[in-house]
């Protein structure tokens, strides 16, 4: 009986890493315009676990991502361009995907969010630029993604929105100069912001509304109306931020100031070499 | 404070900041020379003054170096660089304008000042 049971976890055991190994070889990798001459239709074409690479140019399209496949540029951000074709839809969406990944692009043109995450889990998110949308990053209802080396700049409202949106971690990102706040967490707890830029944002560098254990770290809000604003919001470690509201107005001052003492300096030093 | 320091890090917030210490010292010993003629003033007022053309000269070209060339930026340093030498004509030509001098000095200023903030690093 003993060794039938052993018989038999062996056998599943067998099975299940046999299905891993096939689903792993069977992994393609798929070429933007060669193989597909759209990004969607290279995504939609997809199976899960393949690698969509995607060549250098300017796409105008919207790109939606249902399944867990890895969207990669090949000459990155500068080069590597997604605009909105239709602007009241984000320009990438992803939705209801485990384990994705879209790295290396410039995502721009939408009237809703550069890109957009909706009930997202474990994906990662690296080197893009979702600069003048709406909103720049916008998460909701996912979790436990990572975004680092992302830039969400000049947008509309916010650079990083999360909505309802737990566990992710926010790394050495930038969100300048939106037109609202640089970072928005709204109802969204346990996520880890650190070593991330937020500066000359119209209003807030860091917004925390009604969100709990967040992690703080590092960050960087300069010349933002207001550096960190928490409301609502209990449990949050913050820690060695550096929070500089709008203190380089003092400098120009200071300037002028130096600049009437070197005048003064020069007028007594040449008094007293031409005997005046 | 280290992080208001370190914005002396960045080259170009050296040069702005210098341009408009600079600029401060000649704008005051200009005021004192439309009162009256000093040898002192008049030198505080030259070698200051053409030191801060000087560095905004090479404010111009790094911003340009490292930004490209383009439109409104070039357009901007041109029309910066076109009110400097305006205020240098009617200084040396000594005509009607003259009268205004202290006003053209007052705009160099405000300048100096916008290129101090807008080189300050974020």
């Known amino acids: ?276 | 404070m280290w992080e208001i320091l370190s914005v002396f890090t960045n080259i170009s917030t050296v040069v702005a900041s210098l341009g408009l210490v600079l600029a401060t010292s000649s704008f005051i010993s200009g005021l004192q020379l439309v009162r009256g003629a000093s040898i002192v003033e008049l030198k505080i007022h030259r070698y200051n003054g053409f030191s801060a053309i000087i560095l905004f000269m090479i404010l111009a070209v790094m911003s340009l170096v490292n930004s490209g060339v383009r439109f409104w930026p070039l357009l901007a340093w041109l029309t910066a660089l076109s009110i400097i030498l305006i205020k240098l004509y009617i200084v040396r030509k000594r005509k009607k304008a003259f009268k205004y001098v202290s006003w053209m000095g007052g705009t160099l200023i405000l300048i100096w000042l916008f290129l101090v903030y807008i080189h300050i690093p974020v």
């Open chain 1, 1 to 276: 009986m003993m060794r039938q049971k052993i018989s038999i976890f062996l056998t599943v055991f067998l099975l299940l890493s046999l299905d891993s190994v096939a689903t792993r070889l069977h992994a393609a990798t798929i070429q933007v315009p060669d193989n597909y001459r759209t990004i969607r239709e290279a995504v939609d074409s997809a199976s899960a676990g393949d690698f969509i690479l995607v060549n250098g140019g300017v796409y105008r399209e919207n790109v939606v991502i249902k399944k867990t496949v890895v969207l990669k540029s090949v000459q990155g951000p500068a080069k590597t361009i997604i605009s909105a074709a239709v602007k009241k839809e984000p320009t990438v969406s992803l939705i209801d995907v485990d384990g994705a990944a879209v790295a290396g692009f410039t995502l721009t043109g939408s009237d809703k969010a550069g890109l957009s995450l909706y009930r997202t889990r474990n994906s990662r998110i690296v080197g893009n630029r979702a600069d003048n949308n709406y909103n720049g990053v916008t998460l909701e209802a996912s979790e436990h993604n990572f975004f680092t080396e992302n830039t969400a700049s000049s947008n509309v409202s916010y650079g990083f929105y999360l909505l309802r949106s737990h566990g992710n971690r926010i790394e050495k990102n930038a969100a300048n100069s939106n037109q609202d706040q640089g970072v928005f967490l709204s109802y969204s707890n346990k996520n880890s912001l650190v070593n991330n830029n937020s500066n000359m944002n119209t209003w807030n560098g860091i917004t925390l509304w009604d969100s709990h254990g967040n992690e703080l770290k590092d960050n960087l809000t300069l010349r933002n109306a207001f550096g960190i604003v928490t409301v609502d919001s209990d449990d949050n470690v913050l820690d060695g931020n550096t929070t500089l509201p709008n203190i380089y107005l003092i400098l120009p001052i200071v300037l002028i100031y130096i600049g009437i003492i070197s005048y003064l300096i020069q007028k007594n030093t040449l008094r007293y070499i031409y005997k005046v």
